[in-house]
Each structure stands twice: as C-alpha cells, then as structure tokens.
C-alpha cells in the first residue's frame, strides 16, 4: 500500500530533551516537507526537501532540523524543544510540482 | 503576491442538502489548486485538484469543484451531503517555488 509513515504518532517530553520524528514514504517521490498544524493558524510548513541531500527552510524552520540522506526518510529533529513546539505534525511526500500526500500526524506536547 | 483565502471559518448545513466550500485565491500566472479534507485525529487527505482543462473538477467522496477565473475562486462542492463528510477542509495553491500556500480551513458542520 502506498503510505507515508511517521513515527511516533504521540509524545509527551520535556523541555530541552532531544527528540527526533521519523518520515518515511514508499512511492519513490523526489519531493518531502514538514508541516506543522496549530489551532487558527492552519498549516504552517518547517522544512522541505526536494530530493536526496537538498533540504530548504519553509516558513517556521525556528528550533527545527532535517536531514535526507536516503530518498525515502526525511526525519524531524528538535534538538531542544520548548513548549512553543508543541502541535500537531506532518510529513507528506510527492511527484515534483504534483499532489502531496500525507502521514498521519505525530502530536507533540513538550512540557 | 500568491495567497489563498476561505472566508468562512465554519460551514453548517443540513443532510441532504448541496454544500459549498468557498476559496479564493491570487496568483499571477495559471494556478494550480487543491482541495484537502482531514478528519478528526487523521492526516490531510487530498480531494481533487485543478491543473488547466475543464473548469468543473471531480474527486473523491462525490465533491467536486469549479475553477472561475474572473472571480479567481475554487469552490468546493457536493450535491447531496452527508454527516459523515463533517470535517475540516482546506484550499491550497501551489506557489511558483511549487510549495503549497495553504488556506486556513473551514470546518464543515453536517447537521442530521
């Protein structure tokens, strides 16, 4: 089945506490971003990536890191996460210029 | 500058009844417009899109939408509705760096 995964779907940390948030798609798509979701403030996206070691700042890359060494992996990492992390996540992966196609979502509390 | 609006934060209407979904957009160029649909507790899940063509636009769950360009708008659509499309929508445009702009969603109310 075509899907992309992430992993984990909840976590609970605590301030300063390193954590990374793994993306994986298995459609062989070029292109993967992350999305943040926070209430009134719709989807906002951190990073992209258009392909294998090529990443870009979205529109709130504060406090966050990618990598994307291997074409189908584009793992989240906060390496000192504050509570203003707290949200809603989302990886999604696509065809260049195509329809994107989304994870489930990894909810973050950081207290 | 390339934007995306939904006027409406909330949608109610009554089962059975046809729905709309509003978005506008501005863009310089041709757009490239989608609707997505999330359900509570789940990830995005894409609708339909509008590359160039026909300015009527099937997806999935029976929605449609209509591409005007004189009144820049992409309005989502569904003859007949159903509870279970109750859900939060969104309009996207694609920019010309191909990254999505993304309106801020309207929650569609379905009332038995």
């Known amino acids: 089945e075509a899907q992309v995964t992430q992993n984990p779907r909840y976590l609970i940390t605590v301030t300063g506490k390193k954590l990374t948030v793994t993306c994986s798609q298995n459609?062989?798509?070029?292109?993967m971003s992350w999305y943040r979701q926070d209430p009134g403030l719709g989807l906002r996206q951190i990073y992209y990536s258009m392909n294998v070691e090529v990443t870009d700042k979205g529109d709130v890359p504060e406090g966050y890191k990618v990598s994307r060494k291997e074409k189908r992996n584009f793992p989240l990492i906060l390496e000192s996460p504050s509570p203003n992390q707290t949200s809603l996540y989302f990886c999604a992966s696509s065809d260049f210029a195509d329809t994107q196609y989304f994870g489930p979502g990894t909810r973050l509390t950081v207290l | 500058a390339q934007s995306v609006a939904q006027p409406e934060d909330q949608v109610n209407v009554a089962e059975g009844n046809p729905l709309t979904v509003k978005c506008t957009y501005s863009?310089?160029?041709?757009?490239?417009l989608f609707w997505y649909v999330q359900y509570p507790n789940r990830g995005l899940q894409f609708l339909l899109k509008?590359?160039?063509?026909d300015n009527l636009v099937k997806g999935s769950y029976g929605f449609e939408a209509e591409f005007n360009k004189s009144q820049t708008s992409f309005h989502l659509k569904k003859p007949s509705a159903l509870v279970s499309d109750s859900a939060l929508y969104f309009c996207?445009?694609?920019?010309?760096?191909?990254?999505?702009?993304w309106g801020a969603g309207t929650k569609l109310i379905i009332k038995p």
């Open positions: 863009v310089s160029g041709n757009p490239y």
């Open positions: 509008y590359i160039t063509g």
């Open positions: 996207a445009l694609m920019d010309s760096n191909y990254q999505l702009i």
């Open positions: 459609m062989n798509h070029e292109y």
